[in-house]
């Protein structure tokens, strides 16, 4: 973490120095007239969003939510690791990981061949593979998670804050104009409710839920099926005699449905997903009048012979299955994508909703936003055009299908009777083989962006093969060299709108610093074409080198300028640009990514953390033509 760059102040170095002009938030200030952006919904989507663009004070954002004030429980609860590596640009992947539950084993349960109408443990699988990721699976209450990014928020330049008590009545998109096209309509649902409010924005982001009126209005809606089956989910403090009741399990039993147990910080409470009754095909869930005293008679059927005893029910709720998801996931129609950009946009239950047993739900809404921030920043600053954000509703709703499609074939082997969730392919149960193979979806590591603006040509994958160009850059050890810290270095990544290169050194030095001079001093390079006169020089592409030999090794006097270089207001060095391999820890970057140890290469990486290209480090040209396609 680096601090002091415009001079020293003492404090909490997580808190930024206020921005001026920012908007007054003193009670009864008004609204604004106009916005930037307008966030629907103060859920994990629409704060994970508010978050990066809070960062940036010269746009003007605005985030609204129908509730009073922040949720305190239930909803969702894991956090997959590739969610966790987001935290860490976020700033509080480490107060995350000391709170939480780390799922490291989960536990397989089934009736026990010679006494069915008992469950017996069939074996455990390791939850997190080894090196797929630094972060660990982690299960925390997600009001925290709402709570931590609006701390970043109210410590950023912006100072934003929620504007609770204001729900979106309506969006109206005005396409003949690019001055704050958007209308939206507020309803008070406080003190004066029903009260509305007019606010124009250029552009809208809805984030308010599966019954999104945002969605509703620009056309949206949600397709897909039901499975008609009753799930009851309960947050509870109990005791029982089930010896895995802290860690995670799936369990099925003979003839009385399934449960999975997750549990969930604090060392005392877990969450039960409890199986109920099938429902009729014209039938809801909420007919049924199902109840937490259901669900705890029927976990008590499915675990037999083993018991819980249930101290207090912290939050319940009866949901059926269902898969659905929109047709886009943008305001353009159609067939109109050449000659209109979008305005608004949707992402989280807005645009995609499952049942919550993957545990995909909330990390995939995060991803959303954590994909349109950046794309956002850069219009509206001015860096690129507005066709860029395009490739939102592109990239998103093919990983939202993904997560659908697999959310689906999941749910339907949870839910098999024993008998079903056998193949005649060895004695390993069904629904084990099946989570087994679903780890890196699990782990939210199975996306991969296709060729693009945004992502390069698979050209020179050899050069680095273990960095796949259009998956989230792989993070490994390495140590700074100016001071001999070990550290990772996916973990100089924030969520800050900078795009990264990481050039990593062959046997020869020369093209390294040759490369460095290029992006420093050549008119063609992408650092010297979109840095502003008043900006740093890496205010918008953050170059850092990796060498082979260990750093007492290196010269760092004779490093290239451009990797020492000066900024902020004081014109102060920046000393953390230059690293090594971690030649006694953790193990060699080269060899644990696949890095060309001849050649080197660099990785292009996006303000999202996902590889955008490989290139040699001599790939000038490429590298310039790319960024050209992007940047204004």
């Known amino acids: 973490m680096q601090f002091y760059v415009d001079g020293f102040r003492g404090g909490d170095p997580d808190i930024k120095n206020a921005a001026p002009n920012r908007r007054d938030r003193a009670e009864h200030a008004p609204l604004p007239e106009k916005v930037d952006v307008l966030i629907a919904g103060t859920g994990p989507a629409g704060l994970c969003l508010a978050a990066q663009l809070a960062q940036f004070p010269e746009i003007d954002t605005m985030i609204v939510e129908a509730s009073p004030c922040n949720i305190n429980k239930g909803k969702a609860d894991g956090i997959n690791t590739r969610t966790m590596e987001m935290f860490q640009a976020f700033g509080f992947a480490d107060k995350v990981k000391r709170e939480s ?31 797929s990721s630094e972060m660990p699976h982690i299960l925390i209450n997600q009001a925290r998670l709402h709570q931590l990014f609006l701390d970043v928020m109210k410590d950023s330049p912006s100072r934003l804050a929620p504007d609770y008590n204001w729900s979106v009545k309506d969006v109206q998109v005005d396409t003949t104009t690019d001055d704050y096209p958007v209308t939206v309509t507020l309803e008070d649902t406080g003190v004066d409710w029903g009260v509305t409010k007019t606010i124009r924005a250029n552009y809208v982001v809805g984030c308010d839920g599966a019954r999104s009126n945002v969605r509703r209005a620009i056309g949206g809606k949600l397709h897909g099926d039901a499975a008609h089956q009753a799930w009851g989910v309960m947050d509870i403090l109990a005791n029982t005699d089930f010896p895995d009741v802290r860690q995670k399990c799936l369990i ?75 047709d886009r996931f943008d305001d353009v129609p159609e067939g109109e994508a050449a000659t209109r950009n979008p305005r608004v946009f949707t992402a989280g239950d807005a645009c995609h909703t499952h049942s919550p047993k993957a545990g995909q739900g909330m990390n995939v809404s995060m991803q959303d936003t954590f994909n349109l921030g950046w794309k956002l920043a850069h219009v509206l600053q001015g860096r690129a055009d507005a066709s860029l954000l395009h490739s939102y509703s592109a990239e998103r709703w093919t990983e939202a299908k993904r997560l659908v499609d697999t959310d689906h074939e999941w749910a339907r082997i949870m839910s098999a009777p024993p008998g079903e969730s056998e193949l005649d392919k060895g004695d390993e149960p069904r629904f084990v083989r099946a989570f087994k193979d679903n780890l890196e979806f699990t782990g939210g590591l199975a996306v991969k962006y296709d060729p693009s603006k945004l992502i390069g040509a698979a050209t020179h994958q050899a050069l680095a093969t273990g960095q796949e ?39 020869d030095h020369a093209p390294l610093h040759a490369l460095a001079n290029w992006l420093e001093k050549d008119p063609a390079s992408p650092v010297v074409k979109f840095t502003g006169q008043d900006e740093d020089i890496d205010a918008l592409i953050d170059l850092r080198a990796v060498f082979q030999e260990t750093f007492d090794q290196l010269a760092y006097e004779d490093m290239p300028s451009l990797l020492k270089p000066t900024k902020g207001k004081l014109g102060l060095q920046d000393h953390e640009k230059v690293f090594c391999v971690d030649h006694k820890g953790e193990g060699d970057f080269f060899d644990m990514r696949g890095i060309d140890r001849d050649q080197g290469c660099m990785i292009v990486v996006r303000p999202d953390q996902y590889t955008a290209h490989v290139l040699p480090l001599d790939g000038f040209d490429a590298l310039s033509e790319f960024f050209d396609g992007i940047f204004r």
Not at 108 to 113: L, R
Not at 114 to 120: D, G, S
Not at 295 to 312: H, L
Not at 469 to 488: C, E, L, N, T, Y
């Open 101 to 131: 539950y780390w799922v490291n084993q989960t536990a397989f349960w089934m009736p026990d061949p010679e006494n069915p109408a008992n469950i017996k443990r069939i074996g455990r699988v390791q939850d997190v593979a080894d090196d």
């Open 252 to 326: 099925t039993s003979a003839t009385e449905g399934n449960v999975l147990i997750l549990p969930r910080e604090g060392g005392y409470l877990f969450r039960m997903y409890v199986e109920l009754d099938k429902l009729r095909e014209d039938e809801r869930v909420a007919e049924r009048g199902f109840g937490q005293d259901d669900m705890i008679a029927a976990a008590n059927r499915i675990m037999a012979p083993y018991t819980i005893d249930v101290k207090e029910v912290v939050w319940w709720s009866i949901y059926e299955i269902g898969h659905r998801m929109t």
């Open 469 to 507: 160009i259009g998956r989230r850059f792989h993070s490994a050890p390495v140590v700074r060299v100016a001071d001999a810290k070990q550290m990772q270095l996916g973990h100089l990544a924030l969520a800050d709108g900078r795009w990264r290169i990481y050039a990593f050194a062959g046997k």
